[in-house]
């Protein structure tokens, strides 16, 4: 006996005997029965298998289709109960080809939500003579500008910065800044901005600068991501930072 809720128990009625010999009427020819098959040996003598009715089995691109249809077939003149399977009755009604791509589209759909790796890069901006600090609070200086950006929320970012300088053909540092940190906002939760970073300079005498940062940045799922970065080649600017 099948365990329940493992298959559909499935009971099918036999032919009436007259359907049976109309349809080895419609099969013969000059009043000769054709035989389907090999007879079955032993005490029963002249038992035939009839063609089933129109419609219980035509070919199918499907295999799982046609497996389906024969068990319905054979329950059909047999009348014997049968348990099928529910994986069996449960065949797809599409192509495979097309369950295939619905199972990649689906892997690739999760692993996006939930399968992202965590990454962070550093924008650190050239070194330049800042208007704005001019204009406002009267002060000239060279101003460094950095911007954190993850693929995922952060909670802030630390840095040492530096803004470097050519001296007598020499890399030199001209202004540092030692662990600042800039929190991520709820409208940028992927960003932390540095827009306060300048060192003082005196204004009009030209110098060559580019900014270098590192540091860490802390995700909002606990993960610590080391960073770093600089703002490419020496680029003059006409203001120049004295000793720090």
């Known amino acids: 006996m099948p365990r329940e809720g493992s298959g559909v128990r499935i009971v099918v009625t036999p032919i009436p005997l007259a359907s049976r010999e109309r349809s080895r009427q419609e099969d013969s020819h000059s009043g000769r029965v054709r035989t389907l098959g090999k007879r079955v040996k032993g005490n029963l003598s002249r038992v035939?298998?009839?063609?089933?009715?129109?419609?219980?089995?035509?070919?199918?691109?499907?295999?799982?289709?046609?497996?389906i249809k024969v068990v319905r077939a054979f329950l059909y003149f047999?009348?014997?109960?049968?348990?099928?399977?529910?994986?069996?009755?449960?065949?797809?009604?599409?192509?495979?080809?097309?369950?295939?791509?619905?199972?990649?589209?689906?892997?690739?759909?999760?692993?996006?939500?939930?399968?992202?790796?965590?990454?962070?890069?550093?924008?650190?901006?050239?070194?330049?003579?800042?208007?704005?600090?001019?204009?406002?609070q009267n002060i000239d200086a060279i101003k460094l500008n950095i911007t954190s950006i993850c693929n995922v929320s952060q909670k802030y970012t630390q840095l040492s910065a530096s803004i470097q300088k050519i001296k007598n053909n020499r890399e030199i540092t001209a202004y540092s800044f030692v662990n600042e940190r800039r929190s991520s906002t709820t409208k940028s939760p992927n960003v932390a901005s540095f827009k306060e970073l300048f060192g003082p300079c005196q204004k009009g005498v030209s110098a060559a600068y580019r900014g270098t940062a590192q540091g860490y940045v802390y995700l909002e799922n606990g993960k610590?991501?080391?960073?770093?970065?600089?703002?490419?080649?020496?680029?003059?600017?006409?203001?120049?930072?004295?000793?720090?």
């Open 48 to 67: 035939q298998i009839p063609h089933p009715p129109q419609g219980v089995f035509q070919p199918s691109p499907m295999g799982g289709d046609n497996l």
């Open 224 to 244: 610590k991501l080391a960073v770093k970065g600089d703002s490419g080649k020496f680029v003059a600017a006409g203001c120049l930072i004295g000793a720090q």
């Open 78 to 136: 047999s009348g014997m109960p049968i348990t099928i399977p529910k994986s069996l009755l449960l065949v797809p009604k599409i192509p495979s080809i097309a369950v295939v791509g619905l199972l990649a589209a689906q892997f690739l759909i999760l692993q996006s939500i939930g399968g992202t790796e965590p990454k962070c890069t550093l924008n650190v901006e050239r070194p330049h003579y800042s208007t704005s600090l001019s204009e406002n």
